[in-house]
């Protein structure tokens, strides 16, 4: 019983504040705070670099990653817009000097299990004076041109769209990973 009560003693006396003490220059140093890591810059952001404080890589502070995050947002809206925007329009392609068109509809990405865009034959019309005359062979590589010509047109017009969207993710991304701002 004795020994139990020696290491009780021990325990306690070592995890008291009093329990043992220091000279006064030492208790000092010990409450002096210290710089954390983990400390948050709400309102703007802290060089990185102390030796250099007038050109340094900074971080964004909360407020900064706060107004990113609306701005991706927004961005967001914008492409889903975009994507019924275009899902709407008729896109045409033709070949055979314009005897075969095919309408070929845009089909916008469904995030995060197909993250590229479809296109999709939606309706073929064909010349009645020209399927009379065609062969076979000929008609189905008339067939594969318009279809590709139709593609290649809805990218081109996919890209056209999505150039405003290239303007704002540069605005969010400037100054991020070697990328500059927007020139204005």
């Known amino acids: ?55 340094g890589a900074n971080q964004p502070g909360m407020m900064d990653q706060l107004a990113m995050f609306k701005k991706a947002q927004e961005i967001a809206q914008k492409k889903n817009a975009l994507d019924k925007e275009l899902s709407n329009e008729k896109i045409v392609g033709t070949a055979a000097d314009g005897k075969i068109q095919i309408t070929v509809k845009y089909i916008p990405p469904q995030l995060p299990a197909n993250p590229t865009p479809g296109y999709e034959a939606a309706n073929v019309e064909i010349d009645e004076g020209y399927l009379e005359s065609v062969s076979a062979e000929d008609l189905s590589k008339a067939l594969v041109e318009a279809i590709r010509d139709g593609e290649n047109c809805a990218m081109e017009k996919v890209a056209e769209k999505y150039k405003s969207l290239e303007e704002d993710m540069k605005g969010i991304l400037g100054g991020m990973g070697g990328m500059a701002p927007p020139q204005k």
Not at 27 to 41: E, G, H, I, M, V
């Open 1 to 55: 019983m004795t020994k139990l009560n020696a290491i009780a003693t021990i325990i306690i006396a070592a995890t008291s504040t009093s329990g043992f003490t220091l000279p006064q220059q030492q208790q000092y140093a010990l409450r002096t705070p210290s710089c954390s890591s983990t400390k948050l810059n709400l309102f703007g952001s802290k060089n990185k670099d102390p030796s250099n404080p007038s050109g």
